[in-house]
C-alpha cells in the first residue's frame, strides 16, 4: 500500500514563496498521474495541480502562473513550488492520485499565507 507523507508547509507573508515535498512509498508511483490538494478552513478539499507520469501537468486557474508541480520517478517525489502566495492560498495541502480510486490520505501540511 502506498503511503503519502507531505512537508514544507509554514507561515509566509502574501507575496513569499514556499516548496511543498510530497514523499511517496512504493514503486507504483511511478505510473500513476498524482496531484496536489488544499482545504482551506471550512471549504471542501479542492485540486490544486496534477501532473502525469510523463510530466504533463494542469492547473486550477486560482494558481496558474504562480505554482508549479514537478515530480522524480527515481525518488518516488513530488513537488509544488508555490510562488507570489495571496492568504487566499491558506490551507492544508495534501497529495494524492489524480482522482480515484484515491491511496490513503496523509496528513498534509499547513500552508499559512498572512496578509
Known amino acids: 500500500q502506498v503511503q503519502l507523507v507531505e512537508s514544507g508547509g509554514d507561515l509566509v507573508s502574501a507575496g513569499g514563496s514556499l516548496r511543498l515535498s510530497c514523499a511517496a512509498s512504493g514503486r507504483a508511483f511511478s505510473f500513476v498521474a498524482m496531484a496536489w490538494y488544499r482545504q482551506a478552513p471550512g471549504k471542501q478539499r479542492e485540486l490544486v495541480a496534477a501532473i502525469t507520469s510523463g510530466g504533463s501537468t494542469n492547473y486550477a486557474d486560482s494558481v496558474k502562473g504562480r505554482f508549479t508541480i514537478s515530480r522524480d520517478n527515481a525518488k518516488n517525489t513530488m513537488y509544488l513550488q508555490m510562488n507570489s502566495l495571496k492568504p487566499e492560498d491558506t490551507g492544508v495541502y495534501f497529495c494524492?492520485?489524480?482522482?480515484?480510486?484515491?491511496?490513503?490520505w496523509g496528513r498534509g501540511t499547513q500552508v499559512t499565507v498572512s496578509s
Open positions: 494524492n492520485r489524480h482522482g480515484p480510486p484515491f491511496y490513503p
